[in-house]
């Protein structure tokens, strides 16, 4: 069994190629997979942070247990890269690419060139509004619904908020949607919304919050759809000496994250999150579900869980292993798999 890891930090325009590596056929599975030689492409819009360090982690090992080649590729953030990455994927003839985030607008068309050559296309955190392409989802309406149901908690109604967004990310969009939600149903008070997507997230947002707090000094609750953008608020809160004030409510966790919100003082006090290795891992089986002809399901749904700070330190939670032995919920998802797939291995 070989497994072939191909991680690109790419300049605009520039070329990924990867040569296929075979593989021992899988005992038992249906074909192509019990004759081996199954490549299967990933892309992601992102090229760093935690999140995405562990969803590619997850995909490695899932590949791993199905004994599949598997080539990882970033855009790191621009969109015409990302639409190069999977043309390379279409032209190397890979039996499945997995679309992870990006814009619709600039990665329709591809995806359905990808459909036209057989390839087997699944997307997560992307709607590609495509009946033929699984959609693997976090419920990110629950996910924002979780924190937010925990800051009315902590604050009562009508707090003074901010929320860190950006327009045009399909998980991004419907957070921030649960947010407006809560702003009327609560008849809270959104001040300021602000954010970035580059390379340096957690920095420019740091810069950012800073202004915006030194202009709001009311604002008692910041929204954070993304850990990313947590941390920049973080830093700022930390630097302007506010975290006694401003208490963050975040989605998505790593052990980094974890580290951050058991801090002393820290105010950053909850996060909704799945695990981003299980949604890797599912992400895997959900392609290899469709190349082998079977249906994994048009959505994908993994549910989140609710951690809060006070959970984290009564629980002396200080890694993602600890929080997935105390959460078991966290460590394992049921969704898109097969008596054939086998598990992999933790």
């Known amino acids: 069994m070989k497994t072939?890891?191909?991680?690109?930090?790419?300049?605009?325009?520039?070329?990924?190629?990867?040569?296929?590596?075979?593989?021992?056929?899988?005992?038992?599975?249906?074909?192509?997979?019990?004759?081996?030689?199954?490549?299967?492409?990933?892309?992601?819009?992102?090229?760093?942070?935690?999140w995405l360090q562990a969803f590619e982690a997850g995909t490695k090992r899932q590949a791993v247990a199905l004994g599949v080649t598997l080539t990882l590729s970033q855009a790191r953030n621009d969109n015409d890269t990302e639409r190069n990455l999977v043309e390379q994927a279409i032209n190397r003839g890979v039996k499945g690419i997995i679309i992870n985030n990006g814009r619709p607008e600039v990665l329709k068309d591809v995806a359905q060139k990808?459909?036209?050559?057989?390839?087997?296309?699944?997307?997560?955190?992307?709607?590609?509004?495509?009946?033929?392409?699984?959609?693997?989802?976090?419920?990110?309406?629950?996910m924002a619904r979780l924190v937010l149901e925990q800051a009315v908690k902590d604050k009562g109604d009508g707090f003074t908020a901010g929320a860190v967004?950006?327009?045009?990310?399909?998980?991004?969009?419907?957070?921030?949607?649960?947010?407006?939600?809560?702003?009327?149903?609560?008849?809270?008070?959104?001040?300021?919304?602000?954010?970035?997507?580059?390379?340096?997230?957690?920095?420019?947002?740091?810069?950012?919050?800073?202004?915006?707090?030194?202009?709001?000094?009311?604002?008692?609750?910041?929204?954070?759809?993304?850990?990313?953008?947590?941390?920049?608020?973080?830093?700022?809160?930390?630097?302007l000496g506010v975290s006694d004030k401003v208490k963050i409510y975040g989605v998505d966790t790593s052990t980094a994250d974890i580290q951050l919100m058991i801090?002393?003082?820290?105010?950053?006090?909850?996060?909704?999150?799945?695990?981003?290795?299980?949604?890797?891992?599912?992400?895997?089986?959900?392609?290899?579900?469709?190349?082998?002809?079977?249906?994994?399901?048009?959505?994908?749904?993994?549910?989140?869980?609710?951690?809060?700070?006070?959970d984290l330190i009564s629980n002396k939670i200080e890694t993602i292993e600890d929080l997935q032995q105390k959460f078991p919920a966290f460590s394992a998802s049921d969704a898109a798999t097969a008596a054939w797939i086998p598990a992999p291995k933790k």
């Not at 991680?7 to 899988?26: I, Q």
């Not at 057989?118 to 629950?142: F, H, R, W």
């Not at 820290?266 to 469709?290: F, H, I, P």
């Open 4 to 50: 072939t890891i191909l991680s690109a930090g790419l300049a605009v325009g520039a070329a990924l190629l990867v040569s296929p590596a075979n593989a021992e056929g899988l005992a038992g599975a249906p074909a192509p997979f019990d004759k081996g030689g199954v490549e299967i492409a990933v892309v992601s819009f992102l090229g760093s942070g935690d």
């Open 114 to 142: 990808a459909l036209d050559a057989g390839i087997k296309v699944v997307a997560y955190d992307v709607d590609l509004d495509n009946p033929a392409i699984p959609q693997i989802e976090q419920s990110d309406k629950d």
């Open 165 to 239: 967004y950006v327009a045009g990310f399909a998980p991004l969009d419907r957070r921030y949607a649960a947010f407006k939600e809560f702003v009327e149903k609560h008849k809270l008070t959104e001040k300021a919304v602000w954010g970035v997507v580059n390379d340096t997230v957690p920095a420019s947002v740091a810069d950012q919050t800073k202004a915006v707090l030194r202009a709001n000094p009311d604002i008692s609750v910041i929204f954070t759809p993304w850990d990313e953008f947590a941390k920049g608020v973080k830093l700022a809160t930390d630097e």
């Open 263 to 310: 801090e002393p003082d820290s105010a950053w006090v909850a996060t909704a999150a799945t695990n981003a290795a299980v949604v890797g891992e599912v992400a895997v089986r959900a392609v290899s579900l469709a190349i082998a002809g079977q249906d994994p399901g048009h959505s994908v749904l993994l549910q989140p869980t609710l951690v809060t700070r006070d």
